[in-house]
Each structure stands twice: as C-alpha cells, then as structure tokens.
Nanobody
Framework: QVHVVESGGGLVQTGGSLRLSCAAS????????MGWHRQAPGKQRELVAYITSGGYKDYADSVKGRFTISRDNAKKTAYLQMSSLKSEDTAVYFC??????????WGQGTQVTVSS
C-alpha cells in the first residue's frame, strides 16, 4: 500500500508563488512517475505536470514557463513550484504516484486559491 500526501496549498495573490509538496510512503523501495492534476470548480480534472523517476518532465501548455516540477527520489517526494500565478490556476491540486507494481495512488488534494 502506498500513501500519498500533498501539502503547501493556500491563498495567494495574482502574480504570487506557492510550492506544493507530494510525499509518497509505504512498503516500497522506490516510486515511478509522480505528477499533479488539478480540478477547478465546474471543470474536468486536467494534467498539470509530471516527472519520471529518470527526471523527464512535461507540462500542460497553460503552465509552461510558470510551473516547475522536481523530485527527490530518496525522499519519494515531488515538488511543484508555481510562480506568476493567475486566477485561472485556482483549483484543487491532486498529486499522484505510480508504484513499481504499476498502480497509481492519489493524494487527497490541496486547495490553491489565487485572488486578484
């Protein structure tokens, strides 16, 4: 079993920054791809960014140049540095981790609110 816990959400003004953390724990030696999705009110969940265990990264077009994903494999933790935040970034952000057995585990979500 793998547990995924996000932290770092909150309220920030337009143009501000936040850093989200995602920690995976459990009886596993390593974690594969980790990433973030988000869901705004009334909208479908969308992929924000992901990073493989080897360090390959990809981003949604809407966040390229503003968000940076990174990870610490030893800590089984991923980070999402969000800068130049816009009101449209307001959403619940969900982290996911893919275990060695191929199963995907999700966190409970953390709210990010960007106010003008």
């Amino acid at each position: 079993q793998v547990h995924v816990v996000e932290s770092g959400g909150g309220l920030v003004q337009t143009g501000g920054s936040l850093r989200l953390s995602c920690a995976a724990s459990g009886t596993i030696a390593s974690i594969g791809t980790m990433g973030w999705h988000r869901q705004a009110p009334g909208k479908q969940r969308e992929l924000v960014a992901y990073i493989t265990s080897g360090g390959y990264k990809d981003y949604a077009d809407s966040v390229k140049g503003r968000f940076t994903i990174s990870r610490d494999n030893a800590k089984k933790t991923a980070y999402l540095q969000m800068s130049s935040l816009k009101s449209e970034d307001t959403a619940v952000y969900f982290c996911y981790s893919i275990a060695p057995n191929g199963r995907t585990y999700w966190g409970q979500g953390t709210q990010v609110t960007v106010s003008s």
